[in-house]
């Protein structure tokens, strides 16, 4: 089994920062992709920002150029610097990891989420 748990979310104003981290644990040989994605209230979950294990990235079209994702494949780690936040980017953030294990079984996993509210 793998285990993915987040930290780093919260309150923040416009305009401000935050920073999401989320750490991946268990029977795990490679993790292909991590990523973040996000569900408002009402809506579905969808892509903001993944990173493949030899570094190809993808951004949804609305944080580019304000958030940026990183990892660390020793740690099996991935981060999401989100800058410049504003009412919209408001929603639950699940950490993503597509995970080949010890038994040579890929499968898809999901963190708890964690809250991002950007409110004055």
């Known amino acids: 089994q793998v285990q993915l748990v987040e930290s780093g979310g919260g309150l923040v104003q416009p305009g401000g920062s935050l920073t999401l981290s989320c750490e991946a644990s268990?029977?795990?040989?490679?993790?292909?992709?991590m990523g973040w994605y996000r569900q408002a209230p009402g809506k579905r979950r969808d892509m903001v920002a993944t990173?493949?294990?030899?570094?190809?990235?993808n951004y949804e079209n609305s944080v580019k150029g304000r958030f940026t994702i990183s990892r660390d494949n020793a740690k099996n780690t991935v981060s999401l610097q989100m800058n410049n936040l504003n009412p919209e980017d408001t929603a639950v953030y699940y950490c993503?990891?597509?995970?080949?294990?010890?038994?040579?079984?890929?499968?898809?996993?999901w963190g708890q989420g964690t809250q991002v509210t950007v409110s004055s």
């Open positions: 993503y990891a597509d995970v080949l294990n010890n038994w040579s079984i890929r499968g898809d996993y």
């Open positions: 268990g029977n795990i040989y490679v993790i292909y992709t």
């Open positions: 990173l493949t294990h030899v570094g190809s990235t």
